[in-house]
């Protein structure tokens, strides 16, 4: 079955572990292409939204968002945008939802987003 929006990203978390969902289908679709271009730094980025989504040891690879895209609303609530940077062009973009532990993937795919250009 292909993940669709609200969907969980597999596996499940297991102990203290952030719950990974997909915000929108095109992050669902682009964690697959990511997964296939790059499956290790697609896992390495996995594992660490699983540990701390918020992580600013590697500002560089993992970092929030500035300016307009600082914050998103998903389902009438703002939450904190971040990025993880997979590849050198290979991008996911994610929402901090804190109260539900639960990391919401709105962005996944190989190329840079354009908006921030």
Known sequence: MTPKRGD?????????????????????KGRGELAAEAPGNTRRCFEALRGDPQAQSDPDRQHRLRGRLAERILGGTAYPQWEYEVTSGGRVRYLVDEARRTVWLVSAGTRHPKDTE
């Open 8 to 28: 969980e990203v597999a596996p499940p978390p297991v102990a203290d572990e952030w719950g990974l969902r997909f915000a929108t289908n095109e992050a669902a």
